[in-house]
Nanobody
Framework: QAALVEFGGGLVQPGGSLRLSCAAS????????MHWYRQAPGKQRELVAS???????NYADSVKGRFTISKYNANNTLYLQMNNLKPEDTAVYYC?????????????WGQGTQVTVSS
């Protein structure tokens, strides 16, 4: 069973909204920092948004004010609400869970979901 499973990508017009979901196991969800990354064709994977196990959030400048990362503990699900989408948001979006327990780094990745913003 995959540690992280993503849902919710698709095709949307500029200015539209999408919500991505990432279902995790309870052990991961409660103890790991959770992140959304994206990778556009021909570009490196970039960090979009993060939430710590304590609930602190952080965003890339390119998505501040448009994207919201959140965690729902009752169903161990991470969300990324994306509003006012732009063509440059087109990418494969990945959910990531990370925890550092020196000397071991724990990393889990979702399968990726395509988001296409186009008219």
């Amino acid at each position: 069973q995959a540690a992280l499973v993503e849902f919710g990508g698709g095709l949307v017009q500029p200015g539209g909204s999408l919500r991505l979901s990432c279902a995790a196991s309870r052990s991961i969800f409660s103890a790991f920092a959770m992140h959304w990354y994206r990778q556009a064709p021909g570009k490196q994977r970039e960090l979009v948004a993060s939430v710590t196990s304590g609930g602190n959030t952080n965003y890339a400048d390119s998505v501040k004010g448009r994207f919201t990362i959140s965690k729902y503990n009752a169903n161990n699900t991470l969300y990324l609400q994306m509003n006012n989408l732009k063509p440059e948001d087109t990418a494969v979006y990945y959910c990531n869970a990370h925890r550092s327990v020196p000397p071991i780094e724990y990393d889990y990745w979702g399968q990726g979901t395509q988001v296409t913003v186009s008219s």
